[in-house]
């Protein structure tokens, strides 16, 4: 058990760790988070490792959040999407450097979802406990279990990093990696759930191009309601209002509420700004939309092939074929008539 760790819950003591630090230190990081009533997730501790010296940083009570774009500039993590996410909110930046473990595993043969305990279990036969992976991290003081909890998240990311490293090297896949980091760092800032969102719904529910054209209207306007609000897009929104609210085009705030089925008082604020986008929608460009269409039997042959190909191939270099495209990426891969040699990562395991 470590017990010899610096708890952080001031701008000036923050100050002073980051004077300690040398810009070539890789952090081992994490954070952990509540993300219950708002858009963003609320940070409300952060895990670093440094060297031999570990830190908990309370960021309930940091407000000088620019510091972090120096002090975690150079980080280790496991599956780090959103501890990536929480950085960029805070600053609109991201870290120069990151090892993210979970990724290297999966091209060195672990699979797409080792979690942090599976890997280090594995790697370095070291049990972990989950005990405390859906803890109240917002609570003061935290107790016992919990930060002991916190600082093994840290304790061996380095030590990970250093044998998948070499594990990489010694496969040829350091390009790999470097791709693969790319491309969830840019999915980090543009962000795409919009039309995640717009393909599913609109696919389950086989929309034609004006209900698509208001679908699409309708998810962009909850995403930045709950943006300019920061509450949950669900809170806004759901998805079953926003299909009801196509099939009907309610125009008047009664109907909302009986048809629909919304809150009298959201309907108050919000029920003019929705009808106001029924006439938005018809101004949508139906090719600008996010495309998936069904394929026709001559694709869906292609579509076959492929799919054998990829799994072929992925198979043989023991790598999930999700980290080439996904299922639903791939339809519309075909779709739009390319196949895997217009992906790069398909190009560098084929080359």
């Known amino acids: ?57 309370d960021m309930k009570e940091i407000s000088n959040h620019t510091i972090f774009v120096q002090l975690l500039d150079n980080i280790i993590l496991h599956s780090g999407s959103e501890d990536l996410e929480i950085l960029y909110n805070l600053n609109s930046a991201l870290p120069s450097h990151v090892f993210d473990t979970q990724i290297a595993a999966s091209l060195c043969g672990y699979g797409l979802h080792f979690s942090y305990q599976n890997i280090v279990k594995e ?40 044998i998948l490293k070499s594990k990489l090297k010694e496969l040829g896949r350091e390009t790999w990696y470097d791709l693969l980091i790319k491309k969830r760092l840019n999915s980090i800032i543009k962000g795409n759930h919009v039309n995640k969102t717009f393909v599913k719904i609109a696919k389950s529910k086989r929309f034609n191009d004006d209900q698509k054209k208001l679908l699409f ?16 897009r669900q809170w806004i929104l759901k998805n079953d209002h926003i299909v009801s609210i196509i099939y009907n085009q309610p125009q008047t705030s009664q109907s909302f509420i009986s048809d629909i089925g919304l809150y009298p008082k959201f309907v108050k604020y919000n029920a003019e700004s929705i009808t106001a986008l029924y006439d938005k929608a018809n101004e949508q460009s139906v090719a600008e939309l996010p495309s998936f269409g069904k394929l026709s039997a001559k694709q869906g042959e292609k579509h076959a092939k492929i799919k054998a190909n990829l799994i072929d191939v992925c198979e043989k270099l023991n790598i999930p074929p999700a980290l080439i495209i996904n299922v639903s990426d791939l339809k519309s891969l075909v779709a739009a008539g390319k196949d895997l040699s217009d992906l790069d990562m398909w190009q560098l395991i084929t080359d």
């Not at 998810?219 to 949950?232: T, V």
């Open 1 to 57: 058990m470590i017990t010899d760790y610096q708890w952080i819950d001031d701008n000036s003591d923050l100050e002073q760790l980051i004077l300690s630090v040398n810009k070539s230190d890789a952090v081992a990081f994490d954070s952990e988070f509540e993300r219950v009533n708002t858009f963003y997730p609320k940070p409300a501790l952060f895990q670093l490792k440094i060297k031999e010296q570990y830190y908990l940083i």
């Open 123 to 162: 790697l370095l036969g070291v049990e972990l406990s989950k005990a405390h992976s859906r803890s109240d991290w917002m609570q003061r003081p935290l107790s016992d279990a919990q930060i002991q909890y916190a600082i093994d998240d840290v304790v061996y990311l380095s030590d990970l990093e250093s």
């Open 217 to 232: 209207t309708l998810l962009e306007w909850r995403e930045k309601s709950a943006i300019s609000r920061d509450k949950p």
